[in-house]
């Protein structure tokens, strides 16, 4: 069990961003069984080329004199773990190592992308969602509006048992999917985006909405996102098999159905749900009966 330590976070975090200490973490890391100090040493000697056959202790003490009270610092702070003089990553060890790994692929995605996330509003994205980037890694980029929609028309077909839709834009739910919503075969969740809940402004919007209540049944639920604190994001997933995202541009301020990010990929349809459900519950969205948005946009 990690032991209590005194050392601030700050501490903590200062001590691994070492050079020296990230080199301990990555071969402890890398390792199968815990190592000596002795064995430490001699891994970093052999990486920088020296032979490892003439290796003896006399030349690790020259080379890394440090070494033990460094491991032994690390050791107090619950980075590393001594067991009879073998070290091993203990909890804050394997936590920062797995939140480098994290950073070093979203940083990834981000600078694969950068021209996407300084053209749209990334900062809608509630920041909790915002660090696991990285799941963006399996992911494929749409570059036009037809893909956009055949992308969508494509995979909500495929739909078997429900859709969940974060948009202001009920017109890209397919005519073949509206249907099936009728006939109570698939199941939809949507939350809509617009200015004055629960008007639905654009007539060809009220249009989509009343074909898809027209069979009302329990399996349609539909709820309001005000957009006056946040510009939108739109989020299509379809089942557990297929999820698409995409932000407003900082130009227009509405979604950009030229650039979008979509993919099978269980990570990324699984941030995408993440992201849905943490919105279908925030503060402020507002919650009508079917029959209230029909009365008040008089369908």
């Not at 006939?183 to 919007?205: G, M, R, S, T, V």
């Not at 939108?232 to 541009?249: C, G």
């Amino acid at each position: 069990m990690a032991q209590k330590t005194n050392y601030s976070m700050d501490d903590i975090i200062n001590e691994l961003m070492k050079l020296d200490r990230l080199q301990y973490l990555e071969i402890l890391s890398e390792s199968e069984n815990p190592l000596t100090s002795y064995d430490i040493t001699k891994k970093i000697l052999v990486s920088d080329g020296i032979k490892e056959e003439p290796i003896d202790k006399k030349l690790l003490r020259k080379k890394n004199p440090s070494i033990n009270t460094r491991l032994k610092t690390m050791e107090d702070m619950g980075i590393l773990r001594n067991e009879e003089g073998k070290y091993s990553l203990d909890i804050a060890g394997l936590l920062f190592l797995h939140a480098r790994e994290k950073l070093s692929k979203s940083r990834e995605i981000l600078d694969t992308n950068r021209m996407f996330f300084e053209t749209h509003n990334f900062q809608d994205i509630p920041v909790e969602f915002r660090w696991q980037i990285y799941k963006f890694s399996q992911t494929n980029m749409i570059s036009n509006a037809y893909e956009f929609m055949d992308s969508i028309e494509e995979n909500l077909k495929k739909v078997e048992r429900k859709i969940y839709l974060l948009t202001e834009h009920l017109r890209d739910i397919p005519n073949e999917i509206i249907q099936r919503i009728q006939k109570k075969e698939i199941d939809i969740a949507i939350l809509y985006q617009c200015h004055n809940p629960p008007l639905i402004e654009k007539e060809d919007e009220q249009k989509v909405f009343k074909e898809l209540t027209k069979n009302l049944h329990k399996g349609i639920e539909f709820r309001f996102f005000p957009l006056q604190k946040r510009s939108s994001i739109y989020v299509s997933r379809s089942d557990s098999k297929w999820a698409l995202f995409t932000l407003s541009t900082k130009a227009s301020g509405t979604i950009d159905r030229n650039q979008a990010f979509c993919g099978d990929n269980i990570e990324f349809i699984t941030w995408c749900r993440d992201l849905l459900y943490h919105l279908w519950w925030e503060e402020g969205v507002k919650i009508f009966k079917i029959e209230e948005i029909l009365e008040a946009n008089s369908l």
